[in-house]
């Protein structure tokens, strides 16, 4: 079992950045990737960034150049810095690990981007 414990999230004005933080615990061995996913009101869930245990990182066509993942291993947390954040950004952010096929998800942290 893994637990996933995010924070960082809040409200935001349009231009500015958060970082959001995921610490893991539990059984973290076997996990082979963390990431997030966001999912705006009204809509569904969504892919946002990936990170394998090697380093591999990937972002998704409507964050890249503005998102970036990153991992510190030895504290077993994932972050997520969000630049040059749109009202479009506005969503409940999920983080999430895989392991052996199986997803554990963090709690949901609001971000919201409004004047």
């Known amino acids: 079992q893994v637990q996933l414990v995010e924070s960082g999230g809040g409200l935001v004005q349009p231009g500015g950045s958060l970082r959001l933080s995921c610490a893991a615990s539990?059984?973290?061995?076997?996990?082979?990737?963390m990431g997030w996913y966001r999912q705006p009101p009204g809509n569904q869930r969504e892919l946002v960034a990936t990170?394998?245990?090697?380093?591999?990182?990937n972002v998704v066509d409507s964050v890249k150049g503005r998102f970036t993942i990153s991992r510190d291993n030895a504290k077993n947390t994932v972050y997520l810095q969000m630049n040059s954040l749109k009202p479009e950004d506005t969503a409940v952010y999920y983080c999430?690990?895989?392991?052996?096929?199986?997803?554990?998800w963090g709690q949901g942290t609001q971000v919201t981007v409004s004047s």
């Open positions: 999430y690990a895989v392991k052996r096929n199986t997803p554990s």
């Open positions: 539990g059984s973290i061995f076997s996990i082979n990737v």
């Open positions: 990170i394998t245990n090697g380093g591999s990182t």
